[in-house]
């Protein structure tokens, strides 16, 4: 399915990335999942780092037919070869990951392609390189990524200026910081612990789906 840019850019509002090291007793990532995107979440990123191919494909697939029920576009990160095998909506990668090869050639012209960028001149390659958003970041501290930079609000805003695609801010945003984010040019926030990590991640989602639209309401 092709998505257009306006698609894309709303879809960007409330942007969840998984992680199953929340995972409580009993629970399955497929569970806490439903309950996010039926709590409003708009977007969501399967991220898996150390799972076996048979097991990881096993959940995206399951993934995949989750967001095609409740209609959110449903990306994997890094991996192509789990994203073409589930049929994912499209795939986010890395800077590193677009060096030396055409992941646009790859996933074909239909799929999305998100990339990571810190700076105007890689969210600028990224356009080129033929994403159709562009994920941004550490825009606060953040656990996942030990070595991931703090960009500054005017980084934020230079990047956001530069590129026509839409861009969803990630990094250590939570509902007590995403208001600052207001006036940046974001389309919407990524999360993960700010989510999954929560007691309530339904809960969650609802308040942080509210304070995302109150942050985009907000650049005027």
Not at 12 to 41: C, F, H, I, K, N
Not at 115 to 144: K, L, M
Request: net charge negative.
């Amino acid at each position: 399915m092709k998505f257009t840019k306006d698609e894309i850019r709303q879809s960007m509002l409330l942007y969840a990335v998984t992680d199953r090291m929340w995972l409580r007793e009993g629970q399955t990532l497929a569970q806490v999942t439903e309950r996010v995107l039926q709590s409003g979440a708009t977007f969501l990123q399967l991220r898996e780092k150390e799972l076996a191919h048979d097991a990881f494909l096993a959940e995206a697939v399951e993934l995949k037919a989750l967001c095609a029920r409740y209609h959110v576009p449903f990306v994997v990160n890094d991996a192509i070869d789990i994203a073409l095998a589930c049929g994912a909506d499209g795939v986010h990668v890395g800077q590193s990951d677009i060096v030396g090869r055409d992941v646009r050639a790859m996933i074909g012209p239909d799929r999305l392609l998100g990339i990571s960028a810190n700076t105007v001149e890689t969210a600028v390659a990224a356009q080129r390189a033929g994403a159709d958003y562009i994920g941004v970041g550490a825009v606060f501290g953040t656990t996942t990524k030990k070595d991931a930079e703090t960009l500054s609000a005017e980084a934020l805003r230079a990047i956001c200026g530069a590129v026509d695609i839409p861009v969803v801010a990630i990094g250590g945003i939570s509902k007590d910081n995403i208001a600052q984010l207001s006036g940046s040019g974001v389309d919407g926030v990524a999360v993960i612990s700010a989510i999954y990590g929560q007691p309530d991640p339904a809960a969650a989602t609802t308040d942080l789906l509210e304070r995302a639209r109150n942050m985009v309401s907000a650049h005027g």
